[in-house]
């Protein structure tokens, strides 16, 4: 592929997040799908004929194709590390669904493999891409409003009670809340406060016997420059927080405010055959494919706040709210033409010779390490210490007494 010219992309996984990824990869005048990989037949089928490309049940094979230049890797967690280090080996940029991988030497595999090769890595989609978030950190880093003091992230969600394959309740194999959510929060956090991570002291609540996992969480993250953020996430569908964010849903569509109390109910009366039959139903050729609408806001991720020595600014899915002494002001921000556009132009412009997203490499390498320090933090009931995976971050002296990760 020629620096600037069309990126030929290649899809491992037809599940629910390229159902999600697919009106922003169609949307992108820079992307061409022309191969997908996935054992259901039904799914490689439909896309073959909807977009004139191949289809392969081996993704090795789809590896193995010359005319693809860049991978979407949409496939559960687990299977991350070994698909995006072949992918690098075979010359392929990789855009990775967050978690990046469920263990640090996996993810460092990844970056080592990308590296090695000169190929595009990235994590994502993940909120760190949304607008208000990316300018947010930009007034932050122009130093308009001063230093940023304290992060505040809330979200309530119906996560846990939304039709789940077993391992992904289960922590051991990357399931709950911490890997698949707090990477949002963790990854918006750090891109707001601008500096490295250096502490998390954290509690998670397994609260539902009929759905054991870590369903929910609250975090207070330490950074460099003395920037804290305070993290709350709950997913078992009681309060929904979306009520905050005007509201509009998580991918930027106005969410019917009735619907998240039905989801414990529409659980409840699943059998886990009839659960993996509605899991499957929202993937890419099951028996509800529609695509999500265009959105009328921009994606979000719960109530975002941040203090700065100068102003509040409050994240909208419409704008962002600046409160300072001359007053409140807000600057709108339109939506994108498709839900995690910006993930998607980020990565296309960075396969094309452009720069890297903040969201490259070890980014998502400290954004696992942090996840694991939630969970090692509420298990243990200790703050734990981490040290940047980048050997340019600032580095500071460890704090007695914490544990390092």
């Not at 390229?18 to 037949?41: C, E, N, S, T």
């Not at 949409?74 to 690098?88: G, K, L, S, T």
């Not at 899991?279 to 109530?303: C, D, H, I, M, T």
């Not at 969970?375 to 971050?393: F, K, N, T, V």
Request: net charge negative; with cysteine.
């Amino acid at each position: 592929m020629a620096t600037g010219g069309t990126i030929n992309l290649g899809v491992i996984g037809l599940g629910r997040g390229l159902m999600l990824a697919l009106p922003a990869l169609i949307a992108h005048p820079a992307i061409r799908l022309v191969a997908a990989a996935d054992p259901r037949p039904v799914a490689r089928e439909r896309f073959a004929a909807e977009f004139g490309a191949r289809a392969y049940a081996d993704w090795a094979e789809l590896l193995a194709d010359p005319a693809i230049d860049a991978v979407y890797i949409a496939v559960p967690h687990q299977f991350h590390a070994e698909q995006a280090v072949a992918a690098a080996r075979a010359g392929k940029h990789v855009l990775v669904e967050k978690p990046m991988a469920l263990s640090l030497d996996d993810c460092r595999a990844m970056a080592g493999a990308a590296q090695q090769a000169g190929t595009v890595l990235v994590t994502g989609p993940s909120h760190s891409f949304d607008a208000p978030v990316r300018h947010a950190a930009a007034l932050i880093a122009s130093g308009a409003v001063g230093a940023p003091r304290l992060i505040t992230a809330l979200n309530y969600t119906d996560f846990l009670f939304r039709p789940r394959r077993p391992e992904e309740l289960d922590p051991a194999q990357g399931g709950g809340v911490v890997l698949s959510q707090a990477a949002h929060q963790i990854d918006i956090a750090r891109l707001l406060a601008g500096s490295p991570l250096r502490s998390v002291r954290a509690v998670t609540g397994d609260w539902d016997a009929a759905r054991p996992s870590e369903g929910a969480y609250a975090a207070l993250l330490d950074f460099a420059n003395g920037c804290a953020a305070t993290l709350t996430y709950s997913g078992y569908a009681l309060f929904d927080s979306d009520a905050l964010q005007g509201g509009t849903g998580e991918f930027g569509q106005p969410k019917d405010p009735a619907a998240h109390a039905t989801a414990r109910r529409r659980i409840a009366a699943l059998s886990p055959a009839e659960e993996a039959a509605a899991k499957l139903a929202r993937a890419y050729g099951g028996a509800s494919p529609a695509l999500p609408p265009a959105p009328v806001a921009n994606e979000q991720f719960g109530l975002v706040l941040v203090s700065c020595e100068r102003a509040d600014l409050r994240l909208m899915p419409d704008g962002v709210w600046t409160y300072a002494d001359d007053g409140a002001r807000f600057t709108p921000l339109p939506p994108p033409p498709a839900a995690q556009y910006g993930a998607i132009a980020a990565f296309a412009e960075a396969c094309r010779g452009g720069p890297l997203p903040p969201q490259a490499g070890s980014w998502g390498i400290d954004t696992v390490k942090a996840c694991l320090a939630l969970s090692q933090s509420a298990h243990e009931r200790r703050e734990i210490r981490i040290e940047p995976e980048d050997p340019l971050h600032e580095q500071t002296a460890p704090d007695p007494g914490l544990l390092e990760l």
